[in-house]
């Protein structure tokens, strides 16, 4: 092998997926002649079902459904949920699908078989009651050969899909057949399944030399002599390049055959320019498969970083779930295009897929749109989450898992590297990367700081954030941050003091981040702080100025400059359900809140920085927001601009306050005024060689007085809602609830607004609360494709309007519109009546009017004799935002510093209330029992580390001088008599012991367990 300080990847890729025929959006990456949807018309239900596989069954009664499906998403977000906080507090579950289908009479003497591309988790398949197989992994495509077990007429699919072991994953997962499913019809000798591998060795601007390796099956009885044909076209469906080879196949056996070809003047694939072309291969019995690729070339240098195509290319990357946004893990391809789009936009050129594969659709747009791919196929190699593929299955399946996802996605020229897992340990790390190398020797391998010292490319997360990094000697071997940075923001939420998760002195060692004022001056919160649960459960601004060891521009700074700095993939792209409880504090807490953008797809101002930095047309973009109605006049604010221009200058109310550069050092990114509080319009103008290019502004708004909708979208229509005032400003704290109707054949799959501790249902709801101003509606089309619907469709949006709290106005508004989508709307005669008094609505509503304190309003719009929808909104104090001190937290929250033993997972213990000086809502009571135990989750994003941690209880034994517990880490006794000393009463006096721990990178488990008699009442762990 060559020296990893300048390994050069021939450039290969191609890439299966659906049939392009079947692809609604015409990117499928391989074409199979004899293949169908098999999305259609299953039957549903969430339970399990003795005898579910039989053909008999009576399943008359199960929802009709066409998959991709979720039934996680669908399900309500509840505190007890299966999943945890880790999952969002969403379900698991078992469910069954089944479906009936007839073999087209074509597809006579055929071999018959069904995919899957993708099914979370622990699925097993039957057809007309034989079990086909079960596959536990939910993060990986699979088939099965139904041949066998076919029948004239009507045949049975039955699968079972098994998500009774929760948590299985650290942040929230689908549950159900969340991809398509397609059939599939080849002769019995036939290309392999994934088995075209398509390379380019050499490649100059004059010519490209491709190799194209293809396995055939003889599934009969017989050698057979086969001629095979590989043509390669370009863009335009033209064949540039085509050789023909006889082959003898042996009896049941797969025969490999290498061809060269060569295309002339090749257009290379890149993310500015991600040309594709097709290679045909034809067998003589009219078998066909069609497989794109792009011509690249890639490679790594240790001193220099990431190339492509002969350019030193910077990886402007992001770490994103496959589950994260707005719908779930069902996610629609067009709105999968939509969110690769909005990283594009925002200048990414590439993501990291965390920390499992995505579904063959992604890569396929991944090719089409020019995303580079780090494709992950592991989170752990042992157990991370409590029930995990890496606890259920990884020591049985990794192999075969493994080759499944390197066959299926080595073709594509997205993907540049492969990524074996995520702070994880285990001796499997050498045979994980010798198994990439022998299936693809053109791409090197990584992992998220895991098996490092076996990895062809050094791959660090949270520990490349830190001063220290950056103080050692470059590394050995090629670098890239895998998971870096991690910054927490809210969209139109902001603090001008700094904010560490650890602390500003903490042992991570973090870089200086100082205060952008002296005090706090901001004040509105989503709660009153004394009624917070825990000291984590709080917003973070949008400043970037809330890090957990190094802002978004210091990242940017030194990824920027260093020339061995191949890039980073910060964490994340979008904001995603899960892993509430650890990082946020738990219910009502449903997401991580790391993205550039939020789970509605709404832009946060993080996203402008990164477009300010890496995009060159010209933009600028003003932060914060100008609405401050608690704000003293004159107080100082930070008004920044992110812009790529030469130059900005300010005005306030049409005075210039003078003109910024954005500068090359990490604070001063930023355009930057310090502007004296007052009512108006803020400008920024930037420049282009004294010209002016481009304008931002933000204008104080009254209260929300009406909506404002806009539409995008084919397939998977998108619908915007804005809540500004009567001049069409946006209030950036409006949070009415905002009601929908749908005229036409689509259904709402989801309602989000961004919130994350709104834990109303996103699915089959009419009606969510907006959130600091906006929300969305995400349809879904009941027809196939818009040709095949021709009826018009619109969306009806309708809210009661005003200052929820009454602070600032006691006029309220009600407000309906509609907006086609396709054709026109059903018109917009709507008739509206109120009452103020609870009734039912009886006034007629002509125009805004005043209410008191508390009070309810109520309304309904109708169409004709149509009722389209109910509306209720509660205007008063105690509604809305909190409006008061950032430093009004209850005594007991913030004398909390730790991660509280009722929250926690435990058993054979209750949670006490009753007693004092306790921290959070009670404290654990374990009585006499044995075998009990409290187990925390601890997550650590950087190295190894020996650390301690204080545990504090209380204890008042008649024996002994106090009690003893046994305490484990990650499974192994750390100590084994961890004695507690009597405090002075039982549930009143408490006390900390402190114990060492070797805390790991990834998933530290931290169990507390009983002995013979019982233990000390224990209220919370400190790590410190």
């Not at 984590?536 to 521009?553: E, G, H, L, P, W």
């Not at 169409?863 to 007991?892: A, I, T, V």
């Amino acid at each position: 092998m060559k020296s990893l300080s300048a390994v050069s990847l021939p450039n290969l890729i191609m890439g299966l997926a659906s049939l392009s025929v079947l692809s609604l959006n015409g990117f499928a990456g391989t074409g199979i002649a004899g293949q169908q949807s098999f999305d259609k018309g299953w039957r549903f239900v969430q339970r399990d079902v003795s005898g579910g596989e039989q053909v008999d069954l009576d399943d008359s009664t199960w929802r009709v459904l066409d998959v991709p499906h979720d039934w996680a998403f669908e399900a309500d977000y509840s505190r007890d949920a299966a999943q945890r906080d880790t999952g969002g507090y969403k379900p698991g579950g078992i469910g069954w699908y089944r479906k009936q289908f007839e073999v087209p009479a074509e597809w006579q003497n055929k071999r018959v078989s069904i995919h899957f591309d993708g099914v979370y988790m622990n699925s097993e398949v039957w057809i007309n009651g034989h079990r086909l197989g079960k596959r536990p992994y939910g993060y990986i495509p699979f088939h099965y050969d139904l041949t066998e077990y076919l029948q004239p007429g009507e045949n049975v699919v039955a699968v079972r899909v098994d998500n009774s072991l929760e948590p299985s994953a650290r942040w929230y997962h689908g549950c159900g057949i969340y991809a398509h499913v397609n059939l599939q019809a080849t002769a019995p000798i036939h290309v392999a399944n994934d088995g075209v591998l398509i390379r380019t060795p050499k490649v100059d601007k004059k010519h490209a030399a491709v190799s194209v390796t293809t396995e055939l099956v003889n599934q009969t009885e017989q050698p057979a002599k086969m001629a095979l044909r590989t043509q390669i076209l370009d863009q335009e469906s033209v064949v540039v390049a085509e050789v023909r080879k006889s082959v003898l196949i042996p009896a049941g056996e797969i025969q490999t055959v290498t061809q060269d070809l060569a295309i002339k003047n090749p257009e290379l694939w890149s993310p500015e320019s991600p040309t594709l072309y097709r290679v045909r291969s034809t067998l003589a019995n009219g078998e066909e498969v069609v497989t794109r690729f792009g011509v690249r070339t890639i490679r790594w240098d240790t001193a220099t970083g990431f190339w492509i195509n002969g350019k030193n290319t910077k990886l402007l990357g992001v770490a994103d779930h496959m589950e994260a946004g707005p719908v779930g893990a069902a996610i629609p391809d067009e709105l999968n295009r939509w969110k690769i789009q909005l990283l594009k936009d925002m200048g990414c050129n590439a993501i990291r897929v965390a920390h499992n594969p995505q579904t063959p659709a992604f890569y396929d747009l991944c090719d089409e749109l020019g995303m580079l791919v780090m494709d992950e196929i592991f989170d752990g190699w042992s157990r991370k989450a409590k029930q995990d593929y890496g606890k259920q299955a990884f020591n049985e399946w990794w192999e075969r898992d493994l080759r499944t996802w390197l066959k299926a996605n080595r073709n594509h020229p997205s993907v540049v590297i492969w990524s074996m897992g995520n702070e994880t340990h285990g001796k499997v790390a050498s045979k994980l990367v010798e198994v990439c190398h022998e299936l693809d020797p053109t791409r090197l391998v990584t992992s998220g700081h895991s098996g490092s010292e076996v990895m062809d490319v050094l791959g660090v997360n949270g520990a490349s954030e830190s001063q220290r990094f950056y103080q050692k000697p470059p590394p050995e071997k090629p670098f890239v941050a895998t998971e870096a940075p991690h910054t927490w923001q809210v969209r139109g939420y902001y603090r001008s003091q700094s904010w560490f998760r650890d602390g500003a002195n903490a042992r991570s060692g973090p870089f200086p981040l100082p205060d952008l004022t002296e005090k706090e001056i901001f004040t509105y919160d989503w709660i009153d702080p004394a009624k917070r649960e825990h000291r984590k459960q709080i917003f973070n601004s949008s400043y970037d100025n809330a890090m957990v060891r190094i802002t978004a521009r210091k990242n940017w700074e030194l990824m920027r400059d260093l020339p061995w700095y191949s890039g980073h993939f910060r964490w994340t792209g979008f904001d995603y359900l899960g892993e509430a409880g650890y990082v946020h504090g738990g219910w009502p807490f449903r997401a991580f809140m790391g993205g550039a953008l939020d789970l509605a797809g709404f832009k946060k101002d993080l996203f402008y920085f990164y477009q300010s930095q890496w995009t060159t047309k010209p933009m600028a973009h003003i932060l914060p927001h100008w609405t401050h109605p608690k704000m003293a006049a004159g107080t100082e604010v930070p008004v920044w601009v992110y812009s790529n221009c030469d130059e900005v200058e300010l005005f306030l109310n049409g005075k210039s306050l003078g003109k910024d550069q954005p500068g090359t050092k990490w604070d001063e990114m930023q355009c930057e005024w310090m502007v004296p509080w007052t009512p108006g319009k803020l400008v920024a103008i930037g420049y282009q060689d004294g010209v002016e290019v481009i304008r931002d502004t933000q204008q104080t708004a009254a209260e929300p007085a009406q909506l404002r909708l806009a539409a995008t979208g084919d397939l998977n229509p998108i619908v915007t809602v804005e809540q500004v005032d009567e001049k069409g400003v946006m209030n950036p704290y409006a949070e009415n609830r905002i009601h929908y109707h749908v005229d036409g054949p689509a259904r709402i799959l989801s309602l989000e607004s961004g919130n994350p501790v709104n834990t109303e249902n996103n699915y089959g709801q009419p009606s969510r609360e907006a959130f600091f101003g906006k929300s969305r509606c995400f349809l879904g089309l009941t027809a196939s494709s818009k040709a095949e619907s021709a009826s018009d469709l619109a969306v009806v949006a309708g809210a009661i309007l005003g200052d929820k709290n009454l602070m600032t106005s006691h006029s309220i508004s009600i407000d309906v519109q509609s907006i086609a989508i396709q054709g026109e709307t059903s018109g917009d005669d709507f008739q509206v009546r109120y009452s103020v008094d609870g009734s039912d609505p009886s006034l007629q509503y002509e125009g805004s009017f005043k209410v008191k304190d508390d009070t309810l309003v109520r309304a309904t719009v109708s169409r004709g004799d149509e009722l389209l929808f109910e509306m209720q909104e509660r205007f008063g104090p105690g509604q809305g935002l909190y409006w008061g001190s950032p430093q009004d937290e209850s005594e007991e929250v913030a004398k909390s510093n730790g991660d509280q033993a009722e929250d926690a997972v435990f058993q054979n213990a209750r949670v006490v209330t009753k007693g004092t000086g306790f921290h959070g809502k009670g404290f654990l009571d374990f009585g006499s029992k044995a075998n009990a135990f409290v187990e925390w989750y601890q997550e650590n994003d950087g190295d190894d580390y020996e650390g301690s941690i204080s545990i504090r209880y209380s204890c008042k034994a008649s024996k002994g001088g106090g009690r003893t517990m046994k305490l484990l880490h990650n499974g192994k006794v750390i100590k084994a008599n961890l004695f507690f000393p009597n405090t002075a009463t039982w549930g009143r006096d408490w006390k900390t012991v402190q114990v060492k721990v070797p805390f790991v990178r990834g998933g530290n488990t931290l169990r507390l367990a009983t002995l013979t008699g019982g233990g000390p009442y224990i209220d919370e762990l400190i790590v410190q």
